[in-house]
Structures are given as structure tokens and as C-alpha cells.
């Protein structure tokens, strides 16, 4: 189970930091990811860890430099630091949970098993 918050309102070239809390077991082949979906648009991936002996990460091209996902162990909890942002980044954003991903299928929303009920960031210019 997936629990998404901390998106808002906010200006062009503020910061904001999305936390998902993460429950149940997960086993040792795992990826989170956060996607995102504007209005009208499909569900886009922005960044996941990806868990399979060591940790790799990813990162689209349009938030490469800007975000960068982590994740507290001891609170089961991944976040999202997004500096910089921009109107563009404006979207409902998603915490998602895979099981055995490889590097081919990590950006695909079709990939992930579990989903976070979403929370709003709203970037105004």
C-alpha cells in the first residue's frame, strides 16, 4: 500500500519535497517510482529506484538535475526533492511500486503493480 502527500501550490523556482509511504513487503527485486499526469496528458514517468542486488536510479530528461528521489529505510518512506520547478511540472503526481523491473520496463506505467492515490502540485509562473 502506497500513501502520497505533500504536493501544494507554489511559485516558478520554488522547491517542494513529495513523500510516499510504503507498506507490505516488497521482497529483494523492487522498484519505486514517481509518475506524473497533467491535464489531458498521459501518465508520465519522472524518477525511480530500483532495487535487484545493488540500487540504480532514473530520471526523465525533463527533471534530470532538478529532482532527485530518495528513500528513508527505517520509515519505509520515498521522497520526491523537487527544486527549480517550473509551470510545466504542474500535475497530479503518483507513487508507484514494482516487482522484478528491469532497466527496459522502469519508465512504463503498465509496469507497476501498486499505486498512491495522488497529490496535486501546482507550479504558477
Known amino acids: 500500500q502506497l500513501q502520497a502527500s505533500g504536493g501544494g501550490l507554489v511559485q516558478a523556482g520554488d522547491s517542494l519535497r513529495l513523500s510516499c509511504a510504503a507498506s507490505?513487503?516488497?521482497?529483494?527485486?523492487?522498484?519505486l517510482a514517481w509518475f506524473r499526469q497533467a491535464p489531458g496528458k498521459e501518465r508520465d514517468f519522472v524518477t525511480a529506484?530500483?532495487?535487484?542486488?545493488?540500487?540504480?536510479?532514473y530520471y526523465s530528461d525533463s527533471v534530470k538535475g532538478r529532482f532527485t528521489i530518495s528513500r528513508d529505510n527505517a520509515k519505509s518512506t520515498v521522497y520526491l526533492q523537487m527544486n527549480s520547478l517550473k509551470p510545466e511540472d504542474t500535475a497530479v503526481y503518483y507513487c508507484?511500486?514494482?516487482?522484478?523491473?528491469?532497466?527496459?520496463?522502469?519508465?512504463?506505467?503498465?509496469?507497476?503493480?501498486?499505486w498512491g492515490q495522488g497529490t496535486l502540485v501546482t507550479v504558477s509562473s
Open positions: 508507484a511500486a514494482g516487482l522484478r523491473l528491469i532497466t527496459s520496463t522502469i519508465r512504463f506505467p503498465t509496469s507497476y503493480n501498486y
Open positions: 507490505g513487503r516488497t521482497g529483494s527485486n523492487y522498484a
Open positions: 529506484i530500483r532495487w535487484s542486488g545493488g540500487t540504480t536510479y
